[in-house]
């Protein structure tokens, strides 16, 4: 069945260094939503992403879709505390009416 | 607007009692959703909705039930509370498909353990 793998599950950095998550579909996507989830929070929605090749920008947050429109990643320069927590990708299946969601990477700030 | 609201916020069940999750929306949307999340796993939806009196099966829809009457309720029951079940649970809503980009607002979730 369709499935969309994220990498890494874990990734810890000092504060003021970049973070990057993958994530990969099995089949191509329509669109690819990305959420946000603070610990102890529920997840909520940052971006989506459409068009082939899209590129998209929320301050130090980069996002991007690939060509074949089956990954994305997401880059976040120069860490803050604030950025803290699990960032998930989500993709639509083909009935429209669910939404497939990676496993999540946690970002973690060394103290 | 409350947005998406859920109760309870925790709860502790023995093996083998019921009970219902109360998910309600104030929003007019019409999907509605809920997600299993255990740790080191994504969300896994349990079942969904596309409107009133319309429900389907998710990807992990054993030991749940779900109804709605009306747009702005879906609660989810469980049948026979079992330790596999505990998990966040997490209602969702969302204004149209996804595959029209349409994003979804969660409740806060509810903690639940079976013992």
Known sequence: GQQVMQIPQYQHVQEGEDFTTYCNSSTTLSNIQWYKQRPGGHPVFLIQLVKSGEVKKQKRLTFQFGEAKKNSSLHITATQTTDVGTYFCAGPLDSNYQLIWGAGTKLIIKP | ?115
């Open chain 2, 1 to 115: 607007n409350a947005g998406v609201t859920q109760t309870p916020k925790f709860q502790v069940l023995k093996t083998g009692q019921s009970m219902t999750l109360q998910c309600a929306q104030d929003m007019n949307h019409e999907y509605m959703s809920w997600y299993r999340q255990d740790p080191g796993m994504g969300l896994r939806l349990i079942h969904y909705s596309v409107g009133a009196g319309i429900t389907d099966q998710g990807e992990v829809p054993n030991g749940y039930n779900v109804s709605r009457s009306t747009t702005e309720d879906f609660p989810l029951r469980l049948l026979s509370a079992a330790p596999s079940q505990t998990s966040v649970y997490f209602c969702a809503s969302s204004y149209g498909p996804f595959s029209l980009g349409y994003e979804q607002y969660f409740g806060p979730g509810t903690r639940l353990t079976v013992t």
